[in-house]
């Protein structure tokens, strides 16, 4: 079993829509979290850090709830340019991340 | 461009032969990293540099890998005796200390993708 688990998708969704993606950890150990966005054969880049007590960041928000290990993330009013492979991420304070295998969303026109 | 820079950026090669990639870090980040991604999988950590120490080693680096640092500035990554399974994209990625080790934000090179025929 993978570390860091996330369904891989694909998510069709017209632009518009709100979509959610989720992801588990299975180390409670896990200290730290993000969301990084990596576009097709391109280098993955950070999309935002998640907190216990939640995080928004325009259309994105995102949520940890460290009794479950799960991690969630929600795109609001989803945008052709949102269409790109999203990441979760764990570190255990040890300096390396953990990637789950990412999850790819496809925004139709 | 002051980001994370790796060459060579596509590399083919014959199974058997000696490979060498190099990262040049973010100016001044103290801390860098390996990863190693092949399609459809997110990336997984090999290695780990703050500035010439190498901390941590991955199970994944196998004794054909080896990671130097010797300035504590640019690194590089050589595979010896490549294997088709070597095949994959080398990620590097660079961080300055904000705090612990997990909080600091690493930013990734463009990578390069290796092909072993």
């Known amino acids: 079993r993978k570390e860091v688990e996330q369904d891989p998708g694909p998510f069709n969704v017209p632009e518009g829509a709100t979509v959610a993606f989720n992801c588990t950890y299975s180390?409670?150990?896990?200290?730290?979290f993000f969301w990084y966005r990596q576009d097709c054969r391109k280098e993955p880049k950070l999309l935002m850090s998640?907190?216990?007590s939640g995080n928004e960041d325009g259309r994105f928000t995102a949520q940890l709830n460290r009794a479950s290990q799960y991690i969630s993330l929600l795109i609001r009013d989803s945008k052709l340019s949102d269409s790109a492979t999203y990441l979760c991420?764990?570190?255990?304070?040890?300096?390396?991340?953990?990637f789950g295998q990412g999850t790819t969303l496809q925004v139709k026109p | 461009d002051t980001g994370v820079s790796q060459n060579p950026r596509h590399k083919i090669t014959k199974r058997g032969q000696n490979v060498t990639f190099r990262c040049d870090p973010i100016?001044?980040?103290?801390?860098l990293y390996w990863y190693r991604q092949t399609l459809g999988q997110g990336p997984e950590f090999l290695t780990y540099?703050?500035?010439?120490?190498?901390?941590?080693k991955s199970r994944l680096l196998s004794d054909r890998f080896s990671a130097e640092r010797p300035k504590g500035s640019f690194s590089t990554l050589e595979i010896q005796r490549t294997e088709q399974g070597d095949s994959a994209m080398y990620l590097c990625?660079?961080?300055?200390?904000?705090?612990?080790?997990?909080?600091?934000?690493?930013?990734f090179g463009p990578g390069t993708r290796l092909t072993v025929l």
């Open positions: 991420v764990v570190n255990r304070n040890t300096g390396k991340l953990i």
């Open positions: 998640v907190y216990s």
């Open positions: 180390n409670s150990a896990s200290q730290s």
């Open positions: 540099f703050q500035n010439e120490a190498q901390l941590e």
């Open positions: 100016s001044e980040h103290n801390r």
């Open positions: 990625a660079s961080s300055s200390p904000t705090g612990t080790q997990g909080t600091d934000t690493q930013y």
